[in-house]
């Protein structure tokens, strides 16, 4: 059964967000509506095979890894994990672009998207 922001598999954090990229979450989650986490997730397809996805979610499913990442709530599912241990996602700013950035130690390989990656 899933429920409104309520994490009851709390872990060590899988996953570290730098302190620009907190900010920058924080500058979402202060638009919502609702009280929301950062979901971080594995997507198949992109590239490279898989893509990383960034999202803001009100509901943390029963088997979540929840923690908490320079203050940020943060969940992933399981599945995400075992390709996410370890991942720094980072933001930058700059002429040439804006965005988050991931550093994956689980990645064999990446595209020039820079969120696309393979194991």
């Known amino acids: 059964m899933s429920e409104t922001i309520r994490a009851e598999r709390s872990v060590d ?35 490279s095979g898989f893509e990383y996805g960034l999202d803001m979610d009100t509901v943390v499913r029963d088997d979540d890894f ?32 804006t965005g988050f950035t991931f550093e994956n130690p689980n990645a064999t390989g990446s595209c020039g998207c820079g969120t696309s990656f393979a194991v």
Do not use: M, N, W
Not at 13 to 25: F, Q, S
Not at 29 to 42: C, N
């Open 13 to 47: 954090p899988i996953v570290k967000l730098t302190r620009e990229a907190a900010e920058k979450v924080r500058e979402f989650q202060a638009g919502a509506e609702a009280e929301t986490v950062l979901r971080v997730s594995v997507i198949p397809g992109g590239c």
């Open 66 to 97: 929840s923690f908490e990442s320079e203050g940020v709530p943060v969940v992933i599912d399981p599945f995400s994990a075992q390709y996410l241990a370890g991942l720094s996602i980072g933001y930058h700013s700059s002429f040439q672009g």
